[in-house]
């Protein structure tokens, strides 16, 4: 499970948070990283940050058609998008990268989200 900075960030946007759900029924227990408010040394105010794991990254990818469907548009974003890969170094890194240009028209720039052109 990533719990990078880098993770953080990218997983800290209304588009991520927004997917966040409890299973109450599979007792899924969600990742979350606690930040205190700039200043305050009181984790009681912070706030949560989601953590998706690739699973739950994948499963936000449904609808996109067959599962041969979904891999063979995967590989093709992965080996055509080479200018982006050098920020991504984990499996969720890469996995949160392509869910959100394929459902958000998003790319990442190594410090946020950006409009794909």
Do not use: N
Not at 93 to 105: I, R
């Amino acid at each position: 499970m990533d719990k990078t900075e880098t993770y953080v960030k990218m997983a800290d946007c209304e588009e991520v948070q927004g997917q966040h759900k409890f299973d109450e029924e599979l007792k899924d227990f969600i990742t979350f990283r606690v930040f205190p408010i700039k200043g305050e040394k009181d984790y009681k105010r912070a706030r949560k940050v989601w953590l998706p794991r690739q699973d739950q990254i994948q499963e936000m990818m449904l609808g996109i058609g067959s599962i041969h469907q979904f891999f063979v548009k995967f590989f093709y974003w992965y080996s055509s998008e080479t200018r982006m890969m050098s920020h991504l170094i984990t499996a969720e890194q890469l996995w949160l990268a392509f869910y959100m240009l394929d459902k958000h028209g998003k790319i990442w720039d190594g410090e946020k989200w950006l409009k794909s052109e």
